[in-house]
Nanobody, 123 residues
Framework: QVQLVESGGGVVRPGGSLRLSCVASGRAFINNVMGWFRQAPGKEREFVAAVTWSASSTLYADSVKGRFTISRDNAKNTVYLQMNDLKPEDTAVYYC????????????????WGQGTDVTVSS
């Protein structure tokens, strides 16, 4: 059974940091691109970051570039999203996703999804 399980969300003040983790079952992780998306209330799901299997290539949304870092530990079937200098506009449910092939920013191109983890940035 394919599973992606996110953790690490919470409530943080502006300027603070959080690290999200996503543990994947083997089939969802091996040789796959891993991505993070987010969805704020009333808004469409949007791309945040993605990393290739070898971690040789990453891609970030402009809104998070320089503040967020995506990484993966293939030995642990885990992908991370380190989020620094958080802003209120980063508040959303964050989802981990997986796909084969190249990095894509369209959420419709991803085959496997986690259940999401809430991130709230508020003073």
């Amino acid at each position: 059974q394919v599973q992606l399980v996110e953790s690490g969300g919470g409530v943080v003040r502006p300027g603070g940091s959080l690290r999200l983790s996503c543990v994947a079952s083997g089939r969802a992780f091996i040789n796959n691109v891993m991505g993070w998306f987010r969805q704020a209330p009333g808004k469409e799901r949007e791309f945040v970051a993605a990393v290739t299997w070898s971690a040789s290539s990453t891609l970030y949304a402009d809104s998070v570039k320089g503040r967020f870092t995506i990484s993966r530990d293939n030995a642990k079937n885990t992908v991370y999203l380190q989020m620094n200098d958080l802003k209120p506009e980063d508040t959303a449910v964050y989802y981990c996703a997986a796909r084969s092939g190249l990095i894509r920013t369209d959420f419709n191109r991803y085959d496997y999804w986690g259940q999401g983890t809430d991130v709230t940035v508020s003073s």
